[in-house]
């Protein structure tokens, strides 16, 4: 089983600012990485697949990285609807979820 | 827009069973692959299982946890998934969603609202 270790697991961070989330693989997953936004009480909703593109109708200020063991979702400038959980997910092998980052505001 | 409701959710003893149903509506269902994730109270998401559409041959994973107790099924007639659940343990109880699968196998693309089942005595 590949686990996926996420950090950190809370981010406190202001509107407007730069958030910068870590995911990282205990086996390379090549690029077969996604990222999903969660936010209380809903659905998770998909973010990145392949580790970089951008699934349809999500914001061009969402951007994923990385390959191998190494992943990075970057959100340009965050706005109020960003404050979320986020998991990243790989289907390298069997699918298996990251444990989160909590994006707050500061 | 895609929707995804699922249904038949509720509490259940251990050793027990329940079926979940998920009706899809605004999207070609027979040609699509859905997954069932689940989530147990706060705590992180686990794919329980896949099913391809009857044209890419129809195939059924499980994770291990659920292999042998847990069923997927699909009625392309009445665009509706299914989950048997069988044997429930009380590991078992989380929110449940109907995921498509797109992008990949095994990206979830479009979910549902979830329905809770709670394994308790």
């Known amino acids: 089983e590949i686990v996926l270790t996420q950090s950190p697991a809370t981010l406190s961070l202001s509107p407007g600012e730069r958030a910068t989330l870590s995911c990282r693989a205990s086996q390379s997953v090549s690029s077969y990485l996604a990222w999903y936004q969660q936010k209380p009480g809903q659905a998770p909703r998909l973010l990145i697949y392949d580790a970089s593109n951008r699934a349809i109708g999500i914001p061009a200020r969402f951007s994923g990285s990385g390959s191998g063991t190494d992943f990075t979702l970057t959100i340009s400038s965050l706005g109020p609807e960003d404050f979320a959980v986020y998991y990243c997910?790989?289907?390298?092998?069997?699918?298996?979820f990251g444990g989160g980052t909590k994006v707050e505001i500061k | 827009e895609v929707q995804l409701v699922e249904s038949g959710g509720g509490l259940v003893k251990p050793g027990g069973s329940l079926r979940l149903s998920c009706s899809v509506s605004r999207f070609t269902f027979n040609v699509a692959w859905m997954s069932w994730v689940r989530q147990a109270p706060g705590k992180g998401l686990e794919c329980v299982g896949r099913?391809?559409?009857?044209?890419?041959?129809?195939?059924?994973d499980y994770a291990a946890p659920v292999k042998g107790r847990f069923t997927i099924s699909r009625d392309d007639s009445k665009n509706t998934l299914y989950l048997q659940m069988n044997s429930l343990k009380t590991e078992d109880t989380a929110v449940y969603y109907c995921?498509?699968?797109?992008?990949?196998?095994?990206?979830?693309?479009?979910w549902g609202q979830g329905t809770l089942v709670t394994v308790s005595s």
């Open positions: 995921t498509s699968i797109g992008y990949g196998d095994y990206y979830f693309d479009n």
């Open positions: 997910q790989q289907r390298s092998t069997w699918p298996s």
């Open positions: 099913i391809k559409s009857k044209t890419d041959g129809g195939t059924i």
